[in-house]
């Protein structure tokens, strides 16, 4: 792990700068590259172009680690009216949350409940799949029992899962037995050694690793299993992988950030694989945006060029 990814990690947890950077008109206009706009209406303009062009998308507001429970209620009810909105669209676009932007840290029941309400309607509006992203280690054991009580009760409920995780094979095992759809990453927060392999190499052989066994759980039992990430080496791995054990290429399914690698996202997509574009917006980008530029220090460069075109 480079030194210039902790320092950005660290400063995503900044309370002054969470405060005060999203107010500087250079960074506002960098952020733009990473997402649509800051409104649900700006997300599905977007989304309507990238579906005609066979990739869907799937909307995350942002906004994490909310200070007060009504905050959460709030959250709820932008996501109920972002179902409806799809709906009469008539886009095929998904939604995940984060647990935290839906109150994890006042009450896990009263959290769950909002996700109930949004699975639901999800089911019954649009008949596609809710997803839960998978937030910094400390939320993992709460995450893990949400989801499997929510996926008992809804089977369209899907789950993020971080290759970067010691634990993440093992919690494999669970996952599976309930047929768990899930989107494999390799992890965005700054996590310690013994919670997380630090070697990027490490990472990516782990995450391939996990996609092996990920691959053939959708040939065996025909599972939604998405592998989540801009690496083309990796990416080649899966696609090879797959044509190894046999399975067919629309069962593979990628995805990938609004804003990055969006002409490798074309052409999975005109090569017959599955792709959706996860589309953030939304006001609060401070704590996500920097985790964009951890992912790809270089990608400062192009916050200090938006200074110069002031
Ligand atoms: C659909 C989706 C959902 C996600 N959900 C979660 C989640 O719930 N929890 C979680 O912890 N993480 C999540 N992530 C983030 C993930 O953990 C990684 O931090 C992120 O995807 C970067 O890793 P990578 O797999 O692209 O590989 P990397 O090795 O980081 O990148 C591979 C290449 O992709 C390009 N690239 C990657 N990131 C950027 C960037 N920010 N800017 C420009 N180019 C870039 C670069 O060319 C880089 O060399 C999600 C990512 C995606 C795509």
């Known amino acids: 792990m480079t030194l210039t990814r902790n320092i950005l990690l660290l400063m995503s947890k900044n309370h002054w700068m969470k405060n005060h950077v999203p107010r500087w008109k250079f960074v506002r206009r960098a952020v733009r590259r990473f997402m649509p706009g800051e409104t649900i209406e700006a997300?599905?303009?977007?989304?309507?172009?990238?579906?005609r062009e066979g990739i869907p998308a799937v909307f995350t507001k942002l906004g994490e680690n909310i200070t007060q429970i009504e905050q959460a209620e709030q959250v709820r009810d932008h996501y109920l009216d972002a179902v409806d909105k799809i709906a009469e669209r008539r886009l095929t676009a998904e939604i995940s949350v984060k647990l935290t932007q839906l109150g994890f840290d006042h009450s896990v029941d009263a959290s769950r409940e909002y996700c109930r309400e949004i699975v639901c309607k999800i089911k019954n509006r649009l008949g596609n799949e809710f997803f839960i992203d998978m937030e910094g280690s400390a939320y993992i054991r709460r995450t893990l029992d949400l989801y499997f009580r929510l996926k008992d009760e809804w089977d369209n409920t899907g789950l993020c899962i971080q290759a970067y995780l010691h634990r993440t094979e093992a919690d494999l095992d669970d996952l599976?037995?309930?047929?768990a759809s899930l989107r494999l990453v390799k992890g965005a927060y700054k996590e310690p050694a013994d919670i997380a392999i630090t070697s990027k190499r490490k990472v990516d052989e782990n995450f391939f690793a996990l996609s092996q066994?990920?691959?053939?759980?959708?040939?065996?039992h025909g599972t939604r299993m998405i592998y989540a990430t801009h690496d083309e080496?990796?990416?080649?791995?899966?696609?090879?992988?797959?044509?190894i054990i046999g399975l067919p290429r629309e069962?593979?399914?990628?995805?990938m950030l609004y804003g990055i690698k969006t002409s490798l996202q074309k052409q999975l997509a005109r090569d017959g694989y599955k792709v959706r574009m996860l589309m953030a917006y939304g006001e609060s980008w401070y704590p996500w945006y920097m985790r964009r530029l951890a992912e790809r220090p270089a990608n400062v460069w192009f916050v200090i060029k938006n200074v110069v075109k002031q």
């Open 213 to 220: 066994r990920m691959l053939t759980r959708t040939k065996h």
């Open 251 to 255: 069962q593979l399914e990628f995805q």
């Open 176 to 179: 599976f037995s309930v047929n």
């Open 233 to 243: 080496k990796l990416i080649a791995r899966i696609i090879e992988e797959a044509k």
């Open 43 to 51: 997300a599905l303009d977007a989304a309507a172009g990238y579906e």
